[in-house]
């Protein structure tokens, strides 16, 4: 079992930054691919980004490409989410997720464990 605790979430002005984080325990956290994904209220959750468990691979939505970088720290058993140029469709519940594929993952069926979320609201 892994359990994945989010923070970083807040209030934040267009163009603005946030910084999301998520603390895994549990099981054997340096094997797993990590994902961020977002749901705004309404809407699917979507997929956002992800790295492999050596973070030497990561992929990202096309609504996040060179705006947002995924970075993780095995040794504190850590995964970050770096958010730049912050726009209002960027508002949403963000989590995070852990998924057996050590190279991550982009599909929500590939995730077994997730986080609870962290609210990221973005005004304009």
């Known amino acids: 079992q892994v359990q994945l605790v989010e923070s970083g979430g807040g209030l934040v002005q267009a163009g603005g930054s946030l910084r999301l984080s998520c603390v895994a325990s549990g099981r054997t956290f340096s094997r797993y691919g990590m994902g961020w994904f977002r749901q705004a209220p309404g809407k699917e959750r979507e997929f956002v980004a992800t790295?492999?468990?050596?973070?030497?691979?990561?992929y990202y939505a096309d609504s996040a490409k060179g705006r947002f970088t995924i970075s993780g720290d095995n040794a504190k058993n850590t995964v970050y989410l770096q958010m730049n140029s912050l726009k209002p469709e960027d508002t949403a519940a963000y989590f995070c997720?852990?998924?057996?594929?050590?190279?991550?993952?982009?599909?929500?069926?590939?995730?077994?464990?997730w986080g609870q979320g962290t609210q990221v609201t973005v005004s304009s």
């Open positions: 790295i492999s468990w050596s973070g030497t691979n990561t």
């Open positions: 997720a852990a998924t057996s594929a050590s190279n991550g993952a982009s599909t929500i069926l590939a995730y077994t464990y």
